[in-house]
Nanobody, 117 residues
Framework: QVQLVESGGGLVQAGGSLRLSCVASGSIFGFWVMGWYRQAPGKQRELVATVTGSGTTNYADSVKGRFSISRDNAKSTVYLQMNSLKPEDTAVYYC???????????WGQGTQVTVSS
């Protein structure tokens, strides 16, 4: 299994920005589909964005145009740049990494993002 460690969460005012990072252990990072998910209190975990090994990205409609996912395979790291943050973006953000076949699927411990109005 791959271990994932997130960082970069915190408290920010509405309209501000944060960048989350997720570092993965293991040498096959470049082949994994990496993603960010979030879970707000009382709600189910939801997809935020994913990026494939070749760089194809996918975003939830609620974050399109505001968030950007990227990866640095040399550093085994995936990033989530979050701009124009809204109070409704408040959640615990989780990093996910999986093989394309989903045979392996790993989660980070989560990082709290709080956006104040």
């Amino acid at each position: 299994q791959v271990q994932l460690v997130e960082s970069g969460g915190g408290l920010v005012q509405a309209g501000g920005s944060l960048r989350l990072s997720c570092v993965a252990s293991g040498s096959i990072f470049g082949f994994w589909v990496m993603g960010w998910y979030r879970q707000a209190p009382g709600k189910q975990r939801e997809l935020v964005a994913t990026v494939t090994g070749s760089g194809t990205t996918n975003y939830a409609d609620s974050v399109k145009g505001r968030f950007s996912i990227s990866r640095d395979n040399a550093k085994s790291t995936v990033y989530l740049q979050m701009n124009s943050l809204k109070p409704e973006d408040t959640a615990v953000y989780y990093c996910n990494g999986r093989t394309p076949s989903r045979a392996l699927d790993s989660w980070g411990q989560g990082t709290q993002v709080t956006v104040s109005s």
